[in-house]
T-cell receptor, first 111, second 113 residues
Framework: GENVEQHPSTLSVQEGDSAVIKCTYSDSASNYFPWYKQELGKRPQLIIDIRSNVGEKKDQRIAVTLNKTAKHFSLHITETQPEDSAVYFCAAAEYGNKLVFGAGTILRVKS | NAGVTQTPKFQVLKTGQSMTLQCAQDMNHEYMSWYRQDPGMGLRLIHYSVGAGITDQGEVPNGYNVSRSTTEDFPLRLLSAAPSQTSVYFC????????????FGPGTRLTVT
């Protein structure tokens, strides 16, 4: 089955700097790669996703890149703000309802 | 729309007890899933359903049962609770087709002593 590894497990950045979180997956059949943000005590919320027929997608300060050959995808957050502090999870799936998640990255934005 | 709702919010069980975690959605979504979240391990899929009457196992199904008699409801049953089932449980739903976004419920924090 699918296996997703996520790095780093914790990431501290200064406000205004960029943050990059990387994930690798094992199943070449996976074609859907979402990123979720989870604040303390809250539910995960989708922030961006990408399909296998697209190499990059941007939404304001957030971008995701996908390299299907190397089986890795990354989340880029530019101009980080204190409210970006949260746990971020990547996931992969062949079908949207069978997500396999990475272990998560705790992002701390220091002001 | 209430979205995805879960009850209870918190629950403490003794080892060996059984209980049902409730999940309901009012978005007419075909797909529903149950995940558990443990520290440092992300979310792991327990069971999922692609429609009423159809369920299948995820990564960690042992010790849990599900059924899907209606589109709206997807209860998760713990047959004989064990301390290893102490976790936060999230239910999620998504529409069929190519819109894959999963909408999560608020979660149930379960402690088994």
């Amino acid at each position: 089955g699918e296996n997703v590894e996520q790095h780093p497990s914790t990431l501290s950045v200064q406000e205004g700097d960029s943050a990059v979180i990387k994930c690798t997956y094992s199943d070449s059949a996976s074609n859907y790669f979402p990123w979720y943000k989870q604040e303390l005590g809250k539910r995960p919320q989708l922030i961006i996703d990408i399909r296998s027929n697209v190499g990059e997608k941007k939404d304001q300060r957030i971008a995701v890149t996908l390299n299907k050959t190397a089986k890795h995808f990354s989340l880029h957050i530019t101009e980080t703000q204190p409210e970006d502090s949260a746990v971020y999870f990547c996931a992969a799936a062949e079908y949207g309802n069978k997500l396999v998640f990475g272990a998560g990255t705790i992002l701390r934005v220091k002001s | 729309n209430a979205g995805v709702t879960q009850t209870p919010k918190f629950q403490v069980l003794k080892t060996g007890q059984s209980m049902t975690l409730q999940c309901a959605q009012d978005m007419n979504h075909e797909y529903m899933s149950w995940y558990r979240q443990d520290p440092g391990m992300g979310l792991r899929l327990i069971h999922y359903s692609v429609g009423a009457g159809i369920t299948d196992q995820g990564e960690v199904p042992n010790g849990y049962n599900v059924s899907r008699s209606t589109t709206e409801d997807f209860p998760l049953r713990l047959l004989s609770a064990a301390p290893s089932q102490t976790s936060v449980y999230f239910c999620a739903s998504s529409p069929a087709g190519t819109d894959y976004e999963q909408y999560f419920g608020p979660g149930t924090r379960l402690t088994v002593t």
